[in-house]
């Protein structure tokens, strides 16, 4: 069994900074790739950035320059670095480990970009 933990989500004012965190612990042989999720209220979850066991890295388009995705595979954790914060980036922040060739997910935290 493999648990997925997020940490870090708050409120923050526009133009502010965020650190997610997220740990995957349990029996795992192999972290195929572990990624950042995200839902809106009254939108569908989307794929914000990903990270390989290699270490290359894909971001949807609206966070390129202002997010990065790095990983201490050692220690089976990503973060998710949040910079120049927008409104619209409000949303659950969902954790995705692909661990042994199996999706898990963490429970999720809530980020709120607001003055």
């Known amino acids: 069994q493999v648990q997925v933990a997020e940490s870090g989500g708050g409120l923050v004012q526009p133009g502010g900074s965020l650190r997610l965190s997220c740990v995957a612990s349990g029996s795992i042989f192999s972290i195929n790739y572990m990624a950042w999720y995200r839902q809106a209220p009254g939108k569908e979850r989307e794929l914000v950035a990903r990270?390989?066991?290699?270490?290359?890295?894909n971001y949807v388009d609206d966070v390129k320059g202002r997010f990065t995705i790095p990983m201490n595979i050692a220690d089976n954790t990503v973060y998710l670095q949040m910079n120049s914060l927008k409104p619209e980036d409000t949303a659950v922040y969902y954790c995705n480990a692909v661990v042994d060739g199996i999706d898990y997910w963490g429970q999720g935290t809530q980020v709120s970009v607001s003055s």
């Open positions: 990270i390989s066991r290699s270490g290359s890295t």
